[in-house]
């Protein structure tokens, strides 16, 4: 059963309070026979993971990233040639863009340290975390910097740091808030963080159309949107700085070729509302010429009103106050 409404959630016993404000949850829905809940106050969503199943085991087993695992990334360094890359990599410039500086960088979940040598290549002092032992050797083969094993082992290091990226990670973690606040306490005062996520309140999201990014426990678990990343990066002690979105990039990845914007206001006048989707010989076209590299930047977005349907939210905070 799906629900759309937090006031419709059905109430049980068995329903934990939120892990973000402590309010009481729902169900809302059970995907792969999990049910999902839903905060009647904040609106966060999450998974209920049987006590024998934990999210972070499936990290450290190095089956994620083999073929062998149900839920998992098969070809990590193909996946970020078609596409991660096109997506992370203009994320560290937009962090330079919106005043980050320079000093020691550290990519939480970085697993073959693709975008450390990035980073490195933008003048920061590279560090990583990654669970997967074998992705951890992998990145630190390929990038020569330290590869923290955890993030308590990145916090006993005693270093701080003055950027953090953690792209993809947060949905995947049982203890959002509690992971937050633990990165805060590593990131020097005004120190700035980027993250991503998809967005829960998409409206593919139910529906998991055309590459299901969404509800997929026991992978991802942690269900955000605007709001509730918003007060779980403030609550753990950052300001936002800035929210991006990426739009229609993972449908086009998955062959689902739209316009172009430019190219939709130029077309709406005479398309009365009908969906802007090219086939045939324009098609083609655009399809080569925007193809999976030049597309995720192509859909991103900027203007806080397109946030809503975004797939993926982007967002850039600063640590606030001199806390240690």
């Avoid at 040639?81 to 410039?93: E, F, G, I, N, Q």
């Avoid at 669970?131 to 992998?138: A, D, G, H, I």
């Avoid at 203890?175 to 967005?199: E, F, K, W, Y």
């Amino acid at each position: 059963m799906t629900l759309g409404m937090a006031d419709d959630l059905s109430a049980t016993k068995s329903s934990p309070p939120c892990k973000l404000c402590g309010g009481a949850t729902g169900q809302f829905i059970e995907r792969n026979s999990h049910p999902i809940v839903k905060c009647r106050e904040c609106g966060f969503m999450f998974a209920l993971l049987p006590p024998n199943v934990s999210a972070e085991t499936q990290y450290v087993n190095d089956s994620y990233f083999s073929a062998e695992a149900a839920h998992g990334i098969t070809d990590y360094d193909s996946l970020w040639d078609a596409l991660v890359s096109h997506m992370y990599v203009p994320r560290l410039k937009r962090m330079l863009e919106l005043g980050g500086r320079g000093g020691k960088h550290l990519d939480i979940g970085c697993a073959g340290g693709n975008l450390i040598v990035h980073a490195s290549e933008l003048g920061w002092e590279c560090y990583g975390v990654e669970l997967s032992q074998t992705m951890r050797s992998c990145a630190a083969q390929r990038t020569g910097r330290p590869i923290f094993a955890s993030l308590n082992e990145a916090r006993e290091s005693g270093l701080r740091f003055d950027s953090v990226t953690m792209f993809g990670v947060i949905e995947h973690l049982e203890d959002p808030s509690g992971t937050m606040r633990q990165v805060a306490a590593m990131t020097a005062a005004d120190g700035m963080i980027a993250l991503s996520t998809p967005n829960f309140e998409n409206p593919y999201a139910i529906s998991g159309a055309l590459i299901d990014i969404w509800f997929i426990p026991p992978e991802h678990i942690s269900y955000f949107n605007r709001s509730t990343i918003t007060g779980c990066m403030t609550e753990a002690g950052y300001r936002i700085s800035a929210m991006d979105g990426i739009f229609g990039a993972w449908r086009a990845w998955a062959g689902d070729t739209s316009f172009p914007r430019w190219l939709t206001a130029a077309l709406k006048p005479w398309r009365k509302n009908k969906r802007l989707r090219p086939g045939g010989l324009l098609g083609a076209i655009l399809k080569r010429a925007y193809g999976p590299a030049a597309r995720p930047e192509l859909y991103r977005r900027r203007d806080p009103a397109d946030l809503k349907s975004a797939e993926v939210l982007e967002i850039y905070a600063r640590r606030a106050g001199n806390e240690t």
